[in-house]
């Protein structure tokens, strides 16, 4: 039996994907291949209130057009991208951001979803890997190389 890969992108490499990956862009390059491998993508439910407010303050600051911002948040629910979040989730979450003494719970929250589904998380925050790495070793820090 084979197993597919399990990956756990957060808010910000979403964004990143959203917003610069053009066809053959490196962010595009690591979304295909996940795709190409027939990999799983998971994110607690709160990806879509976040990438939504990502959006949104570009178009506060005249970075986005409504209509880009529009288009790239209905892009992101076509991104089979399945959203889990539950009690226990919110538990683990409020463990990790004090165990690793994060300033807020939501990055813990895709952290406790990687770690349950035995998921690989990417994030553009360097700040947090460093925080939780080497301890967490499934943490990965994507950089256009």
């Not at 991104?79 to 004090?98: G, K, P």
């Amino acid at each position: 039996m084979t197993t597919s890969k399990v990956y756990c992108p957060d808010a910000s490499l979403l964004v990143r994907f959203l917003l610069t990956g053009e066809k053959g862009s490196p962010i595009a390059k690591l979304w295909e291949g996940w795709l190409q491998e027939g990999a799983s993508l998971i994110a607690p439910d709160l990806i879509f209130y976040e990438v939504n407010n990502v959006l949104h303050q570009y178009v506060r600051h005249d970075q986005l057009t409504s209509h880009e911002a529009e288009t790239a948040f209905q892009l992101s629910f076509k991104l089979n991208i399945v959203t889990l979040m539950d009690e226990n989730l919110h538990r683990r979450a409020l463990r990790l951001a004090d165990d690793f003494q994060l300033p807020a719970t939501y990055d813990a929250h895709y952290l406790a979803l990687a770690e349950r589904m035995s998921a690989s998380f990417w994030t553009l925050d360097a700040k947090l890997v460093n925080k939780v790495t080497p301890q967490l070793a499934w943490v990965n820090l994507w950089q256009e190389s």
